[in-house]
């Protein structure tokens, strides 16, 4: 099975700055089409799950542009650009290139400071 | 407007079985794929299962693979997660969302499990 190993575990942030989140995989998410089905989750306190970020780097409909997704092979990263009060939460990257299993991250809890 | 309401959820003696649900609407559910995904308190997500948009496909995680049958029922817009032999450790919320690397998104709100005796 992929394992999907996301730092930090917690990410005390000031409001107006900028965070990140790395994502490493055990093994390659290349799919043979040259895809990467790597994908970034929102978890607010109390909500459901939200998608961010699909295949990488394509933001969701309605997900603000300070969210942006890079990287390749097997490392990923989710940044924020300038962190708001609505940004605490849970993220987690998930993989479904190398399933079943599909795996996700630990996650990485964003508070503010 | 997409959207998914599980149900079905609720406290369930260990080795007892529970059928969840979730109704689709909003969007063309025959043509996805679904999944269901479980969160147990506190803790991190963990997917459970998929199937294919016709049902032709289905796979499982290695902790509920011949406990739990994922179906579905595409003139009725809904999914479905049989889960028998429950376990303590199978306590969880329950959500049912969409393929994870389509353009369109969406997840439910959640059914939580509670296998307790």
């Known amino acids: 099975d992929v394992v999907m190993t996301q730092s930090p575990l917690s990410l005390p942030v000031t409001l107006g700055q900028p965070a990140s989140i790395s994502c490493r995989s055990s093994q390659s998410l290349v799919n043979s089409d040259g895809s990467t089905n790597l994908n970034w989750f929102q978890q607010r306190p109390g909500q459901s799950p939200r998608r961010l970020i699909y295949?990488?780097?394509n933001r969701d409909s309605g997900v603000p542009d300070r969210f942006s997704g890079s990287g390749s092979g097997t490392d990923f990263t989710l940044k924020i650009s300038r962190v708001e009060a609505e940004d605490v939460g849970v993220y987690y990257c998930?993989?479904?290139?190398?399933?079943?299993?599909?795996?996700f991250g630990g996650g990485t809890k964003v508070e503010i400071k | 407007e997409v959207q998914l309401v599980e149900s079905g959820g609720g406290l369930v003696q260990p080795g007892g079985s529970l059928r969840l649900s979730c109704a689709a609407s909003?969007?063309?559910?025959?043509?996805?794929?679904m999944n269901w995904v479980r969160q147990p308190p506190g803790k991190g997500l963990e997917w459970v299962s998929f199937i294919s948009s016709s049902s032709g496909t289905k796979h499982y995680a290695d902790s509920v693979k011949g406990r739990f049958t994922i179906s579905r029922d595409n003139a009725k817009n809904s999914l479905y997660l049989q889960m028998n032999s429950l376990r303590d450790e199978d306590t969880a919320v329950y959500y049912c969302?969409?393929?994870?690397?389509?353009?369109?998104?969406?997840w439910g709100l959640g059914t939580l499990v509670t296998v307790s005796s």
């Open positions: 969302a969409t393929a994870f690397s389509v353009p369109e998104s969406a």
């Open positions: 295949k990488v780097s």
């Open positions: 909003g969007f063309s559910f025959s043509t996805y794929s």
């Open positions: 998930v993989q479904s290139t190398q399933w079943p299993p599909v795996t």
